[in-house]
């Protein structure tokens, strides 16, 4: 599946066989003694191939390569890209009428009892078996008549009807019944103020105007509980407006006392630089008289 160009007949030939052979292969004696239901039976054979299926893969030269990244199977048959490219691959090695025809060999081997095909040859379109598509819109599913109205109840393609009128099909029920369908439980707007009341969507008009005072009430209370908040608030302001004055002045004094003291210092150094001047003039004079 890692190249387009590699599938030859040569190659799709071989493996074609060896599915068809595990495909139609008769169930052992004992799984036919243990249990004759046929969805049994089926089960057991889509467990083989897909077992069949992993074997192949593990054998490619890419797998070899691979084998060292986290990237098996399973986790790319989600993707998108994945999921075209592995359909194309199928369908190159086993065609659509390939498959129908196996298909019918597989449930003709397995089906003893009937259940899944009919034991009258050319029985028509009106056999209960009768191959037919669903008929919602969107469906791709293929299933024997018998089985269209079990299919029906559940096909995800369906038109229903919710509750609150509105036409949908079943998969977009879930997010309809969560995010826009009027008989949705929703809190009430003013949530946040108090009111806990839980109502459907469809009423939440009502109920806005039958507790108009009592949500008047909430904000009432709402905005003293704020003005109680404001007023400690500025209380806190003013008790920190008063600190700021104290630290300010406190810091005022402290600057005028250190320029003073700065002053002063300046004012110490500079007697002793005139001070130090003299003595060393007076030096001179007396070496001058020493020296002569």
């Not at 054998?59 to 890209?81: A, C, G």
């Amino acid at each position: 599946m890692h190249s387009p160009k590699i599938y030859t007949d040569a190659i799709a030939f071989p493996l074609k066989e060896r599915i068809i052979q595990l495909a139609i292969r008769q169930p052992e004696k004992k799984d036919v003694h243990e249990n004759t239901d046929v969805f049994y039976h089926l089960d057991q054979l889509r467990i083989k191939l897909e077992s069949f299926i992993e074997n192949e893969r593990a054998d490619t030269v890419m797998n070899r390569l691979l084998k060292s990244v986290d990237f098996p199977f399973d986790k790319r048959n989600s993707q998108e890209i994945f999921e075209k490219r592995k359909n194309l691959v199928s369908r190159q090695c086993i065609s659509d009428m390939e498959c129908d025809a196996i298909a019918s060999l597989i449930v003709k081997k397995l089906d003893q009892k009937f259940q899944l095909h009919c034991d009258q040859p050319n029985c028509g379109e009106s056999c209960k078996f009768h191959r037919v598509q669903c008929p919602n819109d969107g469906c791709t599913m293929m299933m024997s008549r018998m089985y269209l109205d079990q299919h029906d109840g559940e096909c995800p393609f369906k038109i229903i009807k919710c509750e609150c009128g509105d036409v949908l099909r079943r998969h977009e029920l879930e997010i309809h019944l969560a995010q826009s369908c009027k008989l949705r439980e929703v809190e009430c707007p003013f949530k946040k103020i108090g009111c806990t009341k839980v109502v459907r969507a469809c009423n939440i008009q009502k109920h806005l105007e039958e507790e108009v005072n009592t949500h008047l009430l909430l904000a009432m209370n709402r905005m003293l509980e704020y003005q109680d908040v404001i007023n400690n608030l500025n209380i806190r302001v003013l008790s920190l407006e008063d600190q700021n004055r104290e630290l300010q002045s406190t810091l005022e004094n402290y600057m005028e006392k250190s320029t003073t003291e700065i002053s002063q210092l300046n004012q110490n150094f500079e007697d002793s630089s005139m001070a130090l001047a003299n003595h060393e003039a007076s030096c001179k004079k007396e070496f001058i008289k020493l020296s002569r």
